[in-house]
């Protein structure tokens, strides 16, 4: 059974930093792209950043770049996302998905599977 579960979210002052998990389980990381994406209330699910299976490239929305970091640990089946100097309009339910292969996007109609997401409220 797939599955994905994502942890970290929290309520973090503006410039403050949260890292996010998504743990994996029923299929294998490294064959799989992985994609963050977050939705703020009353928005559109929106792509953050991904990363390529085979090569581990990796993607972001212009409005986190230089401060977003994605990456991967395939021996403990786990993707991280590092948010820093994080901002008001951070906050969102954060959730990973997956899908099998090597093509990468920001079109969440694109993965297979998600998980439930994670509340970021960044806020003072």
């Known amino acids: 059974q797939v599955q994905l579960v994502e942890s970290g979210g929290g309520l973090v002052q503006p410039g403050g930093s949260l890292k996010l998990s998504c743990v994996v389980s029923?299929?294998?990381?490294?064959?799989?792209?992985i994609g963050w994406f977050r939705q703020a209330p009353g928005k559109e699910r929106e792509g953050v950043s991904f990363m390529r299976s085979r090569d581990g490239s990796s993607a972001y929305v212009d409005s986190v770049k230089g401060r977003f970091t994605i990456s991967r640990d395939n021996a403990k089946d786990t993707v991280y996302l590092q948010m820093n100097s994080l901002k008001p309009e951070d906050t969102g339910v954060y959730y990973c998905?997956?899908?099998?292969?090597?093509?990468?996007?920001?079109?969440?109609?694109?993965?297979?599977?998600w998980g439930q997401g994670t509340q970021v409220t960044v806020s003072s």
């Open positions: 998905a997956a899908r099998w292969g090597a093509l990468a996007t920001f079109d969440r109609a694109w993965y297979d599977y």
């Open positions: 029923g299929f294998t990381l490294a064959d799989h792209v």
